[in-house]
């Protein structure tokens, strides 16, 4: 089994040399690693504007690009919240709470050494992870059918929506939402149109892309024109400033350790954010703390430990991803929708139908963490000057790029009319309180979802207790049930405590 | 500051610990409830079907039965707090959003009837004006920098289907 998998992880790092493919790895890291450190663009936006590019490329190349963004926009994301405290990222806000007190004192050069070394290996444990839990989890997954298939992403969709950020109830809402937008074109059993109010265009349903640039791309500079504030700091950054003391290094260790643990917990719960992960490591950290006061003036322990979360978490939530082709958050949901894209359907067979794939992605996360870290190292210069570029600049550009690569996916104006609809919803959505991360989730999983309902219940014979007769099936709505209760008796708890705090 | 880190990721938006204003969970559940009516509307034109046997219109129904539902619960807890004091948004930022969605628009328009360049050129200027720092010079030249990026690298390099200029 174990030397199965290694020889596994040798073929993988086989094909993430290869030159075509590493070269488009390196690309998304450094596009992504930019995009994450300005203001304004974050991994979502970067990932949605380069999408259109990877029609033209083979599969493995395009999974390689998408995910050296995602995770370059993360190391970037940890840059700007430590340096200039710009929560852009909501899963690096809590590194402000400590890293900006630290950068304000002069040790932010060895803050970020440190996230960049936590961040590293925390990586690397998720990655190990990867590689030896994803083939134990496709043999169960193999035992999968239609009810099952439903249930999982039952609680996917039901955790995404009430564990993310803001009001569950609200979560829930949009979730659904998402789900309806994926109805939107052509019924795959019976042919028959649904919403497509009569335009051609919308008869293979709401382009992937446009969603996710509306969404993540116009919906949020809608809200953010004039209302950027531009940090301009003469912050200079050397790599000489980024040894940390051994004080420093000594304190950050076990917080390291701890983070990791943390995020691998949360990415083995299905559909849990990054935002939360970080949150709570970081509380953890404040439990645990021997001098807990310092915390929000610059404790180390408190920037080493939620980024190390937020990068174990990550690792790990590939696997079911790869393994069920059940996404757990919108940024997973994207990546599965890339591989749609390229008539590839992730599942329990793509390891052994697509072991380049699999593999070669593996591997290239080893390729990539290790990059950004010798990348990061000399560029912090640069993306600190670059942080400074005015917003006023970047969001016309951006637009054009998200005009253009929505033109290109089917080299039709109607997709750019798509994304300036969708992007009107989502900026309303927001402005009301809504978190739209979740509308990904439920749009790439509504098709498939639906499929395995239908199909579900056809084999039952129209019996919903099919659900609850196979044992698999069962545990999973047994975990959705236990999820509502539980958001239900939090609801009751805190509306008992405010009544006693403020009697009205 | 972090007394509670609960609270923050409760708030939706972490720089925002004020607390929410009514408005907005009202106005939040009467859109869901509306999209819900929509989708179950629509869902019954489709052939609902039996559960053993389903048509078309079950999925978009059931999906839209829920949304009704989760819709007036956020809009039944908006009115619940009713007494809470309310968020101090920003102003209404109209030239920013009339520009964006103008530029858009813009970009639709001229790419149909003039091509890449002027489709570029539009898109840019337009949205450009929606900052106030920014001066119709400024406007010009980011766009003229935009058309030179869509030639080259979109047109060029990446052999975009789309015509620099186009009569007709």
Known sequence: MIEQSLASLWYGFGVAFEPHNLMWSIFGIVVGNLMGVLPGLGAMAAMSILLPLTYAMSPVAAVLMLAGIFYGSMYGGAISAILLNLPVHPPHAVACLDGYPLTMKGRGGAVLGIAMVASFFAASIGILVMIFFSPLLVKVAFKFGAAELFSVMLLGLVAGSTMSKGSPVKGIAVTLFGLLLGIVGTDANTGAMRFTFGMPGLEDGINLIALAMGLFGVGEFLLHVNRMKVVGSGLKMRLRDMRPTRDEARRSFFPMIRGTLVGLFFGALPGTGPTITTFVAYALENKVAKNPEKFGHGAIEGVASPEAASHSKTQVDFIPTMTLGIPGDEVMALMLGALLIQGIQPGPQLIVSHPDIFWGLIASFWVGNLLLLVLNMPLISIWVKLLQAPYRYLFPSALLFIAIGCYSANNSLFEVGEVLVLGIVGAVLIYLDFSVATVLLGFVLGPMMEQNFRRALLLSHGDLFTFVEHPISAGFIAATALLIAAQILVFIWKGKRKTLEQPA | ?168
């Open chain 2, 1 to 168: 500051m972090l007394g509670s880190p609960t609270k923050l990721i409760r708030r939706g938006k972490t720089r925002n610990l004020r607390e929410r204003s009514i408005n907005k969970d009202y106005y939040g559940g009467v859109l869901i409830i509306i999209i819900g009516l929509g989708a179950v509307f629509g869902g019954m034109s489709y052939q609902i079907g039996t559960l053993s046997e389903m048509g078309p219109g079950f999925f978009p129904a059931a999906v839209g039965t829920l949304m009704v539902l989760t819709g007036a619960i956020i809009a039944a807890e908006g009115l619940r707090r009713k007494t809470v004091a309310t968020d101090h948004d920003p102003p209404p930022e109209w030239r920013g959003w009339l520009c964006i969605v103008g530029g858009i628009v813009a970009f639709i328009v001229l790419g149909e009837y003039g091509g890449l360049l002027p489709a570029t050129f539009g898109i840019v200027f337009i949205s450009a004006l929606g900052d106030r720092q920014n001066t119709v010079k400024n406007a010009a030249a980011l766009a003229v920098a935009g058309c030179m990026v869509s030639t080259i690298i979109f047109w060029w390099m990446l052999q975009l289907q789309f015509p620099l200029l186009r009569w007709s």
